[in-house]
Each structure stands twice: as structure tokens, then as C-alpha cells.
């Protein structure tokens, strides 16, 4: 297997910054064009009644901008971020080089925060094209796919932390030893 570049990571790193930077203003447009109401995509959990709220909040302008703006910034996000902490893992992981092939696994955790991200925009964009329609299904599904998103972007910082402390500390190891 091709061997990671610390510049893979580095990239990836600058260019998540870049989208995290241009997803906040866009979220402030939001906000602007809406009298202050935030997304929903922010909080690790929604209540229905939260999300009906917000929703009201939005008004037409502010779900018509989420629709139109945001979910084109936040479409390219998730891809930033998963690339950047499936690098670092991956990354790390060549560091502690006597491991099994299986455990570059490891580096799928953010994809798969990607792809429960990407399933809570679909189903949030849902909720704005329909409402005021009142789905439950669709209410239980932002709120699944929201806390499946946070949870394995959440994974995949403990993972790289957890690695890089093993990385620390059979180096130290190492130089004890020598």
C-alpha cells in the first residue's frame, strides 16, 4: 500500500480549514437571512419539537438559503474532514509499523461520519422542502443521522489522539531503551 505523506495530511488540514471557515459564514448568512436562527446540523441532538421550531424560525427566505447555499458548502465539508482525520490516521499509523492490515480500518471511522452527515443533510433538506409537513420518519431520521454523524467524527479524534499517545509512548520506549 502506498505509503501517507505527512503533506497529505497537512493539505487536508488546510483545506478543511478552509471549508470549516467558509461553512461557518455561510451558516452566519443563515442566520442573518433568518433573524438569528442557527442550523440544525450544529447540535448532537435535535428534539421533533426543536426541529419544528427552527424550521417556523427559519422562514421561507432562510429554508429557501439553506437549501440553495448551504447544502452546497456543506456537501464538500464532510469530504474535508473525513480526508483529513482518515490521512492522520492512517498517517500514525504507519508510524507504529508492526500492525495488521486490518487495522488501517481504522481510517474509515471518518468516512463513515461523512456519509452519516451526507444521510442527515438528505433528510433535513427533506424537512425544509416539505414543510410544514409533519414527519415523523423524517424528524427520527435527522436526529439518528446527526448523532451516527457526531458520533463517528467524535470516534475518529479519540482514535487519532488515542494513537498518537501510543506512538508517544513506545518512542519514548524506544529511546529508554537505547
Given at each position: 500500500m502506498k505509503k501517507i505523506r505527512f503533506s497529505y495530511?497537512?493539505?487536508?488540514?488546510?483545506?478543511?480549514?478552509i471549508m470549516l471557515t467558509f461553512m461557518r459564514h455561510v451558516a452566519k448568512q443563515v442566520e442573518l437571512i433568518s433573524g438569528g436562527t442557527a442550523?440544525?446540523?450544529?447540535?448532537?441532538?435535535n428534539?421533533?419539537?426543536f426541529m419544528m421550531q427552527t424550521l417556523q424560525e427559519?422562514?421561507?427566505?432562510?429554508?429557501?438559503?439553506?437549501?440553495?447555499?448551504f447544502f452546497i458548502v456543506d456537501f464538500f465539508y464532510p469530504i474535508t474532514y473525513a480526508a483529513f482525520y482518515g490521512f492522520t490516521i492512517l498517517y500514525v499509523l504507519e508510524k507504529l509499523k508492526n500492525h495488521s492490515r486490518?487495522?488501517?480500518?481504522?481510517?474509515?471511522?471518518?468516512?463513515?461520519?461523512?456519509?452519516?452527515?451526507?444521510?442527515e443533510n438528505v433528510f433535513i433538506g427533506s424537512l425544509l422542502t416539505t414543510f410544514p409537513n409533519d414527519s415523523a420518519f423524517l424528524?427520527?431520521?435527522?436526529?439518528?443521522?446527526?448523532i451516527l454523524k457526531f458520533s463517528f467524527v467524535y470516534?475518529?479524534?479519540?482514535?487519532?489522539?488515542?494513537?498518537?499517545?501510543?506512538?508517544?509512548i513506545k518512542r519514548n520506549?524506544?529511546?529508554?531503551?537505547n
Amino acid at each position: 500500500m502506498k505509503k501517507i505523506r505527512f503533506s497529505y495530511v497537512i493539505l487536508s488540514l488546510a483545506l478543511f480549514l478552509i471549508m470549516l471557515t467558509f461553512m461557518r459564514h455561510v451558516a452566519k448568512q443563515v442566520e442573518l437571512i433568518s433573524g438569528g436562527t442557527a442550523i440544525l446540523d450544529l447540535n448532537f441532538y435535535n428534539s421533533k419539537e426543536f426541529m419544528m421550531q427552527t424550521l417556523q424560525e427559519l422562514g421561507q427566505k432562510g429554508r429557501d438559503f439553506y437549501l440553495s447555499k448551504f447544502f452546497i458548502v456543506d456537501f464538500f465539508y464532510p469530504i474535508t474532514y473525513a480526508a483529513f482525520y482518515g490521512f492522520t490516521i492512517l498517517y500514525v499509523l504507519e508510524k507504529l509499523k508492526n500492525h495488521s492490515r486490518l487495522i488501517k480500518l481504522l481510517a474509515l471511522i471518518p468516512v463513515c461520519g461523512m456519509c452519516f452527515d451526507w444521510m442527515e443533510n438528505v433528510f433535513i433538506g427533506s424537512l425544509l422542502t416539505t414543510f410544514p409537513n409533519d414527519s415523523a420518519f423524517l424528524y427520527l431520521m435527522v436526529t439518528m443521522s446527526t448523532i451516527l454523524k457526531f458520533s463517528f467524527v467524535y470516534l475518529a479524534v479519540v482514535t487519532i489522539i488515542i494513537l498518537v499517545g501510543i506512538v508517544i509512548i513506545k518512542r519514548n520506549k524506544f529511546l529508554n531503551t537505547n
